[in-house]
């Protein structure tokens, strides 16, 4: 059992940068993919970006490619999504995921491909 508790949202204005970060529980967090989704309001969740459990391979979705960088720390047990030039529409909640399982570049963006969802939190980027 793995618990995901995410923090670091809040409220930034465009073209500004913001870090959230995903703290796990457990003592195999080395063990698992990592992925990160959001979900603005009326909208399906999303794919933001992955790591896999080295931190060697990252996969991004191509909205956020070029801005948004993941990485993690497996000494403390968190992932984190470094979030740059933010614009409006990326407003949302974002939620982190583990996986069980490796992820492949296909796989890494079905939230099905994930076992473990934390609560999430909220960045609101203003125009």
């Known amino acids: 059992q793995v618990q995901l508790v995410e923090s670091g949202g809040g409220l930034v204005q465009a073209g500004g940068s913001l870090r959230v970060s995903c703290a796990a529980s457990?003592?195999?967090?080395?063990?698992?993919?990592m992925g990160w989704f959001r979900q603005a309001p009326g909208k399906e969740r999303e794919f933001a970006a992955a790591?896999?459990?080295?931190?060697?391979?990252?996969y991004y979705a191509d909205s956020v490619k070029g801005r948004f960088t993941i990485s993690r720390d497996n000494a403390k047990n968190t992932v984190y999504l470094q979030m740059n030039s933010l614009k409006p529409e990326d407003t949302a909640v974002y939620y982190c995921?583990?996986?069980?399982?490796?992820?492949?570049?296909?796989?890494?963006?079905?939230?099905?491909?994930?076992?473990?969802w934390g609560q999430g939190t909220q960045v609101t980027v203003s125009s």
């Open positions: 995921a583990a996986s069980l399982t490796r992820l492949t570049w296909g796989r890494s963006s079905i939230p099905n491909s994930y076992d473990y």
């Open positions: 790591i896999t459990w080295s931190g060697s391979t990252t």
């Open positions: 457990g003592r195999t967090f080395g063990s698992y993919d």
